[in-house]
């Protein structure tokens, strides 16, 4: 058994029996047996070192340096952060930066006060309940609402510093990534790849951007109809209908007409063409709407009574 007493860390390096391990009760009870094996060691190492008493604290151990300087790292390092504009100069004039504190003194409050934020001391100008207005002002003019805005201004300004150089910093990551790539490419295989890969995006690009250009165009209110058209734009490609001829095969006609009535009936036409035409009426329907209700009886009678008028009136 190893110990690092300045990483607080023992190692077991003993063999394990794999018979053991199988079972799962097993595993647990020798598992559990070695790290407490394990941590006893390493407390009564602990008490061996050079102990301190502390008022607060209570006895303290001095560890000593530990035997693995250097851990493996989870994660890779970070990267190195790009320079900004002005670090950059400041590089190349030898400028010291010197950070500036969160906190300041106010001499008429006598107190620490934060620099920027709430109660900041760069509102203080616009707080103050006196101004001083300067003779080409208009008589409307806001001191207050004046002042804030310049703040604002600042304040966007910085802003687009910040993306600025962040835009900087991504193009000399590109930079450098593109140089690496050209010693990849140098290879002629995987050249053409990159070459296909490259086509084929702008291909896909290319396509997006002529779909968009037709929903832009079906968008407005004549369709796209009375648009003009942008220079090197294809003409979209529509459906285009098809007429038949003005004679045609009367076995042709009959089965497009057929297919029709088809279409319409849901095709019940085919299924009850061996009882002709009873199925494409309802009766039952057709006797409830021509009595107003009333039922066949009815308007059998009433239909009886009809002939018998005519009869007599002749």
Known sequence: MAFDAGLLMSVDSSDLDSKQFKDE????????????ASTRSLIALLQTLPITQHPDLGPLAALPTPAYPVLPREKPLPKPRAETKWE???????????????????????????RWGFKGKNKKEEEQWIHELPNNVD?????????????????????????????????EIQK???????????????????????RSEREQRMAKLDIDVL???????????????????????????????????????RASHMALLNKMTNGTLATNKRNGDKDLVNVRKAVRFASDGKGSRVLAGDLGKSKGKSRTRK
């Open 176 to 198: 450098k990534q593109d140089k690496s790539s050209d010693t990849l490419q140098s290879n002629p295989l995987i050249r053409a790849n990159g070459a296909e890969k490259k």
């Open 88 to 114: 950059a100069f400041a590089k190349r004039k030898g400028i010291a930066n010197k950070k500036k504190d969160k906190m300041v003194w106010d001499d008429e409050a006598k107190e620490w006060v934060p």
């Open 25 to 36: 009760k097993a595993r647990e009870e020798l598992i559990q047996s070695r790290v407490l």
């Open 215 to 253: 929903r832009s165009r079906g968008s407005t209110a004549s369709m796209g109809r009375f648009d003009k058209t942008l220079e090197g734009e294809q003409k979209e490609k529509g459906i285009k209908r098809k007429f038949e001829a003005n004679e045609v095969d009367a076995s042709k006609e």
């Open 139 to 171: 008589d409307d003019h806001n001191p207050v609402s004046a002042l804030k805005k310049q703040r604002k201004e600042r304040s966007l300004h910085n802003k687009g510093q910040q993306l600025k150089n962040a835009t900087r910093a991504n193009a």
